[in-house]
């Protein structure tokens, strides 16, 4: 599965920006899609996922302000990220996990997301 992350840019606090995932197969067949970040100097964090079936589930410290989505026709899934602040500062990548017995991991290349006013 190849994936490519878009949207990232420069937004001021309080703003919006819409992330996209795209992947080069079905987004039915694979088994969850998520994003992640990573600001300078810190661990790769978990932001948020949508399984096969639709299920959804976010960090805390974005749960309220973003929303994933997805358009199956364009196999592309949506990260929609409302009331940015600052520490949402981050190069973000989406990542695929597809498989039955056997789970592999996919990486989107990163899009920076900056927060700053």
């Known amino acids: 599965v190849q994936l490519q992350a878009s949207g990232g840019g420069l937004v001021q606090p309080g703003g919006s920006l819409r992330l996209s995932c795209a992947a080069s197969?079905?987004?039915?067949?694979?088994?969850?899609m998520s994003w992640y970040r990573q600001a300078p100097g810190t661990q790769r964090e978990w932001v948020a996922s949508?399984?096969?079936?639709?299920?959804?589930n976010y960090a805390d410290s974005v749960k309220g302000r973003f929303t994933l989505s997805r358009d199956v026709d364009k196999n592309t899934v949506y990260l929609q990220m409302n009331s940015l602040k600052p520490e949402d500062t981050a190069v973000y990548f989406c990542?695929?996990?597809?498989?039955?017995?056997?789970?592999?991991?996919?990486w989107g290349q990163g899009t920076q997301v900056t927060v700053s006013s």
């Open positions: 990542k695929a996990v597809r498989g039955v017995k056997t789970l592999y991991d996919y």
């Open positions: 197969r079905s987004i039915f067949s694979i088994n969850v």
């Open positions: 949508i399984r096969s079936g639709g299920m959804t």
